[in-house]
């Protein structure tokens, strides 16, 4: 006689969905991690505006900022949680992995300079941030007595960061620009006005810390699936070297041709290099991660085009812009003065 406790085995088993309280958890780590690139997106776009309203330059840029729609935002938050719900843990792993040796490759050749590449970086890292926090939770909660309850609280938390984040950009959109030029009477605008530059100071701390959990939840998680050593060695080796090689050709790719069909470019170079790896070491569920991972790499592309456009031709402050103007103008009294002393003689 048929029953309900049968019914979880006539459904498919994705990699990281069990009908069942599995398949709660994995929604709520999908739900935490969206509203992690949530966070990550509005105070980004948060300090654009602020770049874009305090250069008269920009009207037009800060005018697409401000015309973007709130519903929009919203069906990529739950497009982009829906991916994450989907992806199995060992693919997020490893797009974790990838974007971690990509980052540190592109700040040593960086060095301290050019805010521009490292703010692209932040805007390029919004799906393997998401990949990132569903590693960690996932690692993390293994295993724990309340790890439903745990991640509920997780969520909710989240929740007040995303709405937070996302109501600081409402305002600056809609009042910034009215309170700076003649009222002056908005703490949060005035903040922003001499602090925003400070942001992606902010922003490279909590990814720093994020990816660093990230990046040993998703090395346990990889050696997990290999009983000895050797296994784990012969997954890893052709990994390090494929992607080495990799960030070294996308690098100079994006040196020579820089915006979003190169960034698509590399995307598909990346993907399709994981691709071939799972070939040879992986099973057929990874290979459709990785289709998925290619998807949820163009949702968040297509999400943050206007922001990646800003960065591309955008003229960032200096930190410092006030320490180089009395230096140019203290040798012209000298200049001046030496012709006075020289005429009466």
Not at 68 to 79: C, D, R, T
Not at 137 to 161: D, I, M, V, Y
Not at 283 to 305: H, I, T
Request: aromatic content about 6%; hydrophobic content about 45%; proline content about 5%.
């Amino acid at each position: 006689m048929f029953s309900l406790p049968s019914l979880p085995s006539w459904l498919p088993s994705f990699p990281s969905l069990r009908w069942g309280s599995g398949l709660l958890d994995s929604v709520l780590q999908g739900l935490i991690g969206a509203s992690g690139v949530s966070v990550l997106n509005s105070l980004l776009k948060v300090y654009f505006f602020v770049n874009c309203a305090n250069n008269s330059e920009r009207r037009q840029e800060k005018q697409r900022l401000q015309a973007q729609w709130a519903l929009l935002e919203m069906v990529h938050l739950a497009g982009l949680a829906l991916i994450l719900t989907i992806l199995g843990a060992r693919v997020a792993a490893l797009v974790v992995l990838e974007f971690s040796l990509r980052a540190v490759s592109s700040l040593l050749s960086l060095g301290k300079g050019s805010e521009r590449e490292r703010l692209q970086l932040y805007l390029l890292s919004q799906y393997s941030l998401g990949c990132g926090l569903t590693c960690g939770l996932s690692f993390l909660q293994e295993g724990a007595p309340h790890r439903t309850l745990n991640l509920l609280l997780g969520l909710w938390l989240a929740t007040l960061l995303s709405a937070g984040a996302r109501r600081l950009c409402r305002h600056v959109c809609q009042l910034y620009d009215e309170l700076h030029s003649g009222l002056r009477c908005c703490g949060l605008c005035l903040g922003l006005l001499a602090g925003a530059h400070g942001l992606p100071r902010l922003l490279a701390r909590a990814l720093a810390v994020a990816f660093a959990v990230g990046d040993l939840a998703a090395v346990a998680l990889v050696n997990r699936d290999f009983p000895t050593t050797s296994d784990a060695v012969r997954f890893w080796m052709p990994l390090i070297i494929c992607y080495t090689l990799l960030v070294i050709y996308m690098q100079e790719e994006q040196r020579q041709h820089p915006g979003l069909q190169s960034q698509v470019q590399t995307l598909l170079v990346r993907m399709g290099g994981l691709f071939v790896l799972l070939l040879t070491v992986g099973c057929w569920l990874d290979l459709l991660g990785v289709l998925l991972s290619l998807l949820g790499e163009l949702w968040c592309l297509a999400g943050s085009r206007t922001l990646l456009d800003l960065c591309r031709i955008q003229d960032f402050p200096s930190r410092r812009p006030s320490g180089s103007a009395p230096r140019q103008t203290q040798p012209q009294p000298s200049a001046a003065a030496q012709p006075q002393d020289t005429a009466p003689s």
